[in-house]
Every structure is written in C-alpha cells, then in structure tokens.
C-alpha cells in the first residue's frame, strides 16, 4: 500500500514562474521528508528535507512546507528555470530506510 | 564529496543467470540500499544493509540476495534473472546518523 503518494504524474511550467509539486502521505508516524531530484539516467541527488517539528524549510529558490493535519507537504521552486526540468520524488523516513512515492515529471519550458 | 559508484551502467544478461550488481562508496558510510526504478512505480527498497554482514529485507526481496563484506562495497544478486527484474537499479549509501540518502548513477539491466 502506497504510503507517500504524488498523484501529479506531471506538471509543466514556463520559465520563470513558480513550479507547485505536492506530495500527501498516509503513515501519521513519519516524522522527516525529503525531496530528491532526478534526471534521465542518472541517480536521485538530495534536494531539500524537513522535520515534522517545522512547517517550513527554504534553500535558495527551493522551499518545502508541511501541513501535518493534512499529511500534506509540497515543494516550492521559484523562479523555475529550464534545468529544473526532471523527475521529483518526495520521501519519507521509515526505520532505517525511505519510503518514496512514484514521482513527479517536471517540464520547464523556455 | 559523497562518491557512490556502480560496476555497470548498462547491462543486457538472458533469462536464468546468475547476475551481480556491485555498488561502493567511499565515505565511511554504515548503511547502505538497493532500490529498483520502474515507470509509474517510483522507487522500491529491495534490500539494506545497516552495517557490515548484516542485511534486511526490503518490501521487494523476492528473487535477490546481497552480499555486504566490507563497510564499502554493497553487492546485489539476481540468483536466476528473469525478465520481470528487466529495470533500473540504483544503489545508495548513508551516515548512520542522518537521513539523506546518496546514490549512485544506477544500473539499467535488460534480462531477454
């Protein structure tokens, strides 16, 4: 059963405009979430994390919050750029492992 | 800076052999993963190792095996390929210590 859940398979945004990708989860116990960043034939690389102790973590033009009464948490990218263009996956710590949903496809167009 | 390397980028083996995926890091990292990456799965734990000879089942296991000998090197075995296992394996280190997970570039296996 899929605890952390990303139900936009994509989203397309133009340069320059503020990219909105969510991510809602089931487990009440997850404490700490990641985003990872992925592009076509390569590794996941760290993005950005927040504790369930914040609503709020920003890192540059990255920034995620958390609404824990809505198990609902979503990453922010203002201004997107081209680059930005990849798979995003949302994470949550589980035990020694992460518990990752299916991703979101992110297009930037110019 | 983090290095998790994988032995293979790509890799095409037939249905029924023994196939190897080696994965080493080099920072000391205690605990070490084996996800695999399919389209519309996302990314699904198959095995961890959270220190040196000692391994767990993930929620994929089924068909795989590892090998973790040295703090290092994190090995997984596909004992009889089968084409269902046709898929992008990724590998992935961390310090005991925090959450953030590195992995490496990942290993596409075709299995015919």
């Known amino acids: 059963d899929q605890q952390v859940k990303q139900n936009s398979p994509s989203l397309s945004v133009q340069e320059g405009r503020i990219s909105i990708l969510n991510c809602d989860y089931t487990?009440?116990?997850?404490?700490?979430f990641l985003w990872y960043k992925k592009y076509p034939a390569e590794g996941p690389t760290f993005l950005i994390s927040?504790?369930?102790?914040?609503d709020k973590n920003e890192d540059g033009r990255f920034t995620v919050f958390l609404n824990k009464s809505a198990k609902h948490l979503s990453l922010h990218i203002v201004p997107s750029q081209p680059g930005d263009s990849a798979v995003y996956f949302c994470?949550?710590?589980?035990?020694?492992?992460?518990?990752f949903g299916k991703g979101t496809s992110l297009l930037v167009t110019p | 800076d983090v290095k998790v390397t994988q032995s293979s980028r790509y890799l095409v083996k037939r249905t029924g052999e023994k196939v190897f995926l080696e994965c080493v890091q080099d920072m000391d990292h205690e605990n070490m993963f084996w996800y695999r990456q399919d389209p519309g799965l996302g990314l699904r734990l198959i095995y961890f190792?959270?220190?040196?000879?000692?391994?767990e089942k993930g929620d994929i296991p089924e068909g795989y095996s590892v090998s973790r000998e040295k703090k290092e090197r994190f090995s997984l075995i596909l004992e009889s390929a089968s084409t269902n296992q046709t898929s992008m394996y990724l590998c992935?280190?961390?310090?005991?210590?925090?959450?953030?997970?590195?992995f490496g570039p990942g290993t596409r296996l075709t299995v015919t």
């Open positions: 994470a949550a710590v589980s035990g020694y492992a992460l518990n």
């Open positions: 487990n009440s116990m997850f404490d700490y």
């Open positions: 992935a280190s961390r310090l005991r210590q925090y959450y953030e997970q590195y």
């Open positions: 190792s959270y220190d040196v000879k000692m391994k």
């Open positions: 927040i504790s369930s102790i914040k």
